[in-house]
């Protein structure tokens, strides 16, 4: 029988909805001309319709508004009960579902949806949302967040200078980002920058909660969130990214509380213009070591990636940025070594053409919780992080090596162009997520 769902925004509950309908009567509304009262209508189409085919059709009662509503056998057809005397127009009674809006952003996070130009998360959702899995996000800290409620671990504030911290002390147990507003001068500012808040949009990207009825999904929302805060009101330094890496990945830093969490992967939206130098080469090499992939973005300065640590640095997958077109962004670093790409948005100063996700709305200090739409590699980068959640959800032996063998064997070719190069193509988080699924599967009967 016809049935329509109404589903404009994603969802599962629509898809539970359709699995469950078919138990639901079978029956029509049938509008009659005007010279056919209620009483011969239901007689007559009763008749006819029971006569041509010989199906049940009954007579269920007359609508307020008119129109006769019928109860019908299983195999009736509603063209047939068109042909009934009189009758003007027939229509399924057709059962609609209350519209819920679980992620009333949906629509605007193309990178997740598009079918050319977004990760094809839905298809990698069919067999895990993350569950299990721990993403590290070495950023600016987080803030409280609706999207963020059971969505995070206890992280740890890395920053060890004072004045960087803006917290009144340097490492301890609390990752809340204190903004990373810079007035005139401060930083080497020439004007106000406001704070960006963008750990937290960072952190969004993975794992915001998913059919809460509030804003966006993140890629992996059954996944759990590492936050570790390491940028602060001038940026971070390498001695304590070094350090938070090595802490993410279980590994033991003096003076610091052991991390019960271990990352399954560390996201690292951040890099300087240099070579990758000895004490992020060893980090990683320790991280990689435990087990913890390390995903970094490639850069945002338009130049080779070779350029920009620590995505230079051997072991990490790089990630460049996709436009809203389907083209590399312009502002993406590019070369051979960068691993895939996967949307960071366009920068072209189109709002939806950039990524959503969650911030603090405050200039300087917290004030409130809300969304922005920010660009770069920052952004694309928690994608592949939250894809690798997906994928050791999936397989959790997974080493690190396959994880960035199969991100690459499972990239789909660029839709558009990417024209200095830039590795495998873009991340497809359905391929990929199967891919693993399938090689788990099969390493079972070996
Ligand atoms: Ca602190
Ligand atoms: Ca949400």
């Not at 087990?291 to 640590?309: D, I, K, L, R």
């Not at 919780?369 to 032996?397: C, E, I, Q, W």
Request: proline share 5%; hydrophobic share 40%.
């Amino acid at each position: 029988m016809l049935r329509f769902i109404v589903c404009p925004t994603l969802l599962l509950a629509c898809v539970i909805a359709q699995a469950t309908s078919p138990d639901a009567p079978h029956r029509a509304i049938v509008h009659f001309d005007n010279a056919t009262s209620a009483r011969q209508a239901a007689v007559n189409t009763s008749r006819t319709f029971g006569a041509r085919t010989g199906q049940h059709v009954t007579h269920v009662r007359t609508l307020a508004a008119g129109g006769e509503l019928f109860e019908l056998s299983d195999a009736a057809s509603l063209e047939r009960l068109a042909e009934g005397r009189g009758v003007v127009e027939v229509e399924p009674d057709i059962y609609l579902q209350p519209l819920l809006v679980t992620n009333p952003l949906w629509k605007r996070q193309w990178a997740l949806n598009d079918a050319r130009v977004g990760i094809d998360a839905e298809v990698a959702w069919k067999r895990t949302r993350g569950e299990g899995a721990v993403v590290a996000v070495l950023d600016t800290g987080i803030v409280p967040h609706p999207e963020f409620d059971g969505q995070l671990l206890g992280g740890y504030d890395f920053i060890s200078d004072v004045d960087e911290a803006r917290d009144g002390g340097g490492r301890d147990a609390d990752p809340t980002d204190e903004g990373d507003w810079n007035e005139i001068g401060e930083c080497r500012a020439r004007q106000f920058i406001p704070s960006s808040w963008h750990g937290s949009h960072v952190a969004g990207i993975v794992a915001a909660r998913q059919n809460d009825g509030l804003g966006m999904t993140g890629i992996a929302p059954a996944a759990k969130v590492l936050p570790v805060r390491v940028l602060g009101k001038c940026g971070g330094a390498t001695s304590d990214i070094a350090d938070a890496i090595v802490w993410a990945a279980g590994g033991k830093v003096a003076g610091v509380p052991a991390n019960k969490h271990r990352a399954d992967v560390i996201n690292l939206s951040l890099g300087t213009p240099r070579a990758c130098g000895k004490a992020f080469a060893k980090a990683i090499a320790r991280a990689r070591s435990r087990g913890t992939a390390v995903v970094a973005a490639a850069g945002n300065a338009t130049e080779n990636v070779s350029t920009s640590s620590p995505a230079n640095c051997a072991g990490v997958v790089s990630v460049a940025a996709l436009a809203r077109q389907g083209d590399v962004a312009w502002y993406s670093n590019y070369g051979a070594d960068v691993t895939l790409a996967a949307p960071g948005g366009s920068n072209s100063g189109v709002k939806y053409d950039d990524i959503v996700s969650t911030v603090d709305t405050g200039e300087r200090q917290r004030t409130r919780s809300g969304y922005a739409y920010y660009p770069g590699t920052s952004m694309a980068a928690p994608h592949v992080a939250g894809l690798v959640a997906l994928m050791r959800s999936v397989d959790p032996k997974i080493d690190v090596d396959a994880v960035t063998r199969q991100l690459v064997d499972n990239a789909r070719p660029y839709p558009g162009r990417c024209p200095e190069g830039c590795g495998a193509g873009l991340a497809d988080a359905g391929a990929t997520v199967d891919a693993v699924y399938e090689d788990r599967a099969a390493a079972r009967f070996d």
